[in-house]
């Protein structure tokens, strides 16, 4: 997706994507690569579902800087859209509203935590390299920089509430949704995995699609107008070209 180096494009980058690699420091400052998983929370920061036993968990343990790079794939990279978010990745944990939404965004979620070894990391963004393509670069030094300046709580209180509600009695319109922003037809068993003030994420048979709001919402009442706005623009329009 473009990407302009506005607070918003790389936010909205960050948010569409969920595999990334996460380099840590090892054995004498040697930086070390793997690929994971990663969830934002309604804030826009990045959380991980790390195994004790993992390297990257023990260098984070000894020293917590680290780099997450995420990127659009392409027949050639030099012309896709990628960012560096550098900071500190920490343990921590999420109270019980985002560990619901976690749970949902990152995979298997539930069998790992199962395992006593499992737990939330999250990552404290200080700087970023974004690169738009060819020849559109920037960094952004602010701290929390691709955060939300406002993240009302009751979002975050009612997702949960809002993402059951829309799975249970409105199956229909997710699958309008997806045919709006992918251009294609899924037929049944569209879900939606979550809810924030800028967008959701929907799932059909193991695959992501990320959709945007056209303005952000600021309360839950938002949601509900901006996804009865979505699913009646779907109808009248067809799937997107």
Known sequence: MAMDGSSSSIRRFLRSHYQATVSTLGEGGTPYASVVHYACDQQGSPWFLFSDLAVHSRYLRQDPRASLL???????????????????IRREEPDPALEGRLMCLLPSAEVYLDMPDFHFYRLEIRRIRWIGGFGEMGWITAEGSVLLEDNPRDLALEEAAAVAHMNADHVEALRHYWQLFSGEDPGEG?????????????????????????????NPRGWRETLATLAHRAVDTGPRS
């Not at 794939?73 to 500190?88: H, I, Q, V, Y």
């Open 70 to 88: 995420v990127w659009d794939s392409g027949p050639d990279l030099m012309e896709c859209s990628r960012a560096a978010f550098m900071g500190e």
């Open 190 to 218: 569209v879900r939606l995995l979550a809810l924030d003030s800028e967008g959701g994420d929907l799932e059909w048979e193991n695959r992501r699609l990320r959709f945007d709001f056209p303005e952000p919402v600021k």
